[in-house]
């Protein structure tokens, strides 16, 4: 049974940093796409960085110079560093694995895990 799972979220400062961490298993995580997503309360899920396994990422303009997204193959994990976090970033973030041939090959999500900015 393929999953991924999240750690790494919980309360900061403005200001502050966090790195989360996503552990794949029950996959070939080199065939996947990784993505971490965010919902804030009444809102959509929105995309917050992206990395193929070739290792090229994309970047929501809002996180763009601030947040990294990095991956280790070999070990089956992403990572979000979080540096410089606003109020604003405070949110539920997801871990999201999607088949590089498309999500019907396979697209897992993680149960989420909070992340809260105080200003």
């Known amino acids: 049974q393929a999953q991924v799972v999240e750690s790494g979220g919980g309360l900061v400062q403005a200001g502050g940093s966090l790195r989360l961490s996503c552990a794949a298993s029950g996959m070939i995580f080199s065939f996947y796409v990784m993505g971490w997503y965010r919902q804030a309360p009444g809102k959509p899920r929105e995309l917050v960085a992206e990395?193929?396994?070739?290792?090229?990422?994309t970047y929501a303009d809002s996180v763009k110079g601030r947040f990294t997204i990095s991956r280790d193959n070999a070990k089956n994990t992403v990572w979000l560093q979080m540096n410089s976090l606003k109020p604003e970033d405070t949110a539920v973030y997801y871990c999201?694995?999607?088949?590089?041939?498309?999500?019907?090959?396979?697209?897992?999500w993680g149960q989420g895990t909070q992340v809260t900015v105080s200003a």
């Open positions: 999201n694995a999607r088949h590089r041939s498309g999500a019907d090959y396979g697209d897992y």
């Open positions: 990395i193929i396994p070739g290792g090229s990422t």
